[in-house]
Nanobody
Framework: QVQLVESGGGLVQPGGSLRLSCAAS????????MGWYRQAPGKQRELLAT???????NYADSVKGRFTISRDNAKNAVYLQMSSLKPEDTAVYYC???????????????WGPGTQVTVSS
């Protein structure tokens, strides 16, 4: 069993910044691609950014140039630095990780419970 927990959400003014964190724990042999998603009320979950173990990150057009994803492989953690926040960024933000739990296991995706980000004046 793998658990992911997000932190760092909260209320921020338009134009402000916020940094989200997510750490994976439990039965982990190795964590591969990690990412951030968000879901606003009445809308589908949206992919924001992913980062592989090795290589460049990928970003959705809606956040490109404003958000930065990073990871700490030693801590099985992923971060999302958000800048120039807009009211439309308001959503529940979720982290995701592709994890191999044992040397003989296949890759599976896991999700955190989410953290609320509200951008309002």
């Amino acid at each position: 069993q793998v658990q992911l927990v997000e932190s760092g959400g909260g209320l921020v003014q338009p134009g402000g910044s916020l940094r989200l964190s997510c750490a994976a724990s439990g039965m982990i042999f190795r964590v591969y691609t990690m990412g951030w998603y968000r879901q606003a009320p009445g809308k589908q979950r949206e992919l924001l950014a992913t980062v592989p173990v090795v290589g460049s990150a990928n970003y959705a057009d809606s956040v490109k140039g404003r958000f930065t994803i990073s990871r700490d492989n030693a801590k099985n953690a992923v971060y999302l630095q958000m800048s120039s926040l807009k009211p439309e960024d308001t959503a529940v933000y979720y982290c995701n990780a592709e994890v191999v739990t044992t040397p003989a296991s296949t890759l599976n995706a896991y999700w955190g419970p989410g953290t609320q980000v509200t951008v309002s004046s």
